[in-house]
């Protein structure tokens, strides 16, 4: 599975952003997608992550009530709406895809992930 992530782009803080993550390949109903972020000069962190055949969803404490994830099965695309965004969150965001066989907890940690889509800039100015 390939991933690709689009829809960064410069905002200003308190607006909002939509990011997508189309995948070319079988998505199946065990996976994980998940967003990270990276800021220059500081490591990955996590953002959100949702469960393919559910559709269950586990943030970030600093995204929550701000930024959801959702996905579209006939489009085999994920989505992170990203609302009220600050200045902090400005950063390169990648969607990762954790395959699995069996059913398992949405996780944060990205060396769960197999497959990284390249990332998708978001600059926001205050």
């Known amino acids: 599975v390939q991933l690709q992530a689009s829809g960064g782009g410069l905002v200003q803080a308190g607006n909002s952003l939509r990011l997508s993550c189309a995948a070319s390949g079988d998505i199946f109903g065990n996976d994980h997608i998940g967003w990270f972020r990276q800021a220059p000069g500081q490591e990955r962190e996590f953002v959100a992550a949702?469960?393919?055949?559910?559709?269950?969803?586990y943030y970030a404490d600093s995204v929550k009530g701000r930024f959801s994830t959702s996905r579209d099965a006939a489009k085999n695309t994920v989505y992170l709406q990203m609302n009220g965004l600050k200045p902090e969150d400005a950063a390169v965001y990648y969607c990762?895809?954790?395959?699995?066989?069996?059913?398992?907890?949405?996780?944060?940690?990205?060396?769960?992930?197999?497959?990284w889509g390249q990332g998708t800039l978001v600059t926001v100015s205050s």
């Open positions: 949702i469960n393919w055949r559910a559709g269950k969803t």
């Open positions: 990762a895809r954790r395959g699995s066989l069996r059913a398992t907890p949405l996780s944060p940690f990205a060396n769960l992930y197999n497959e």
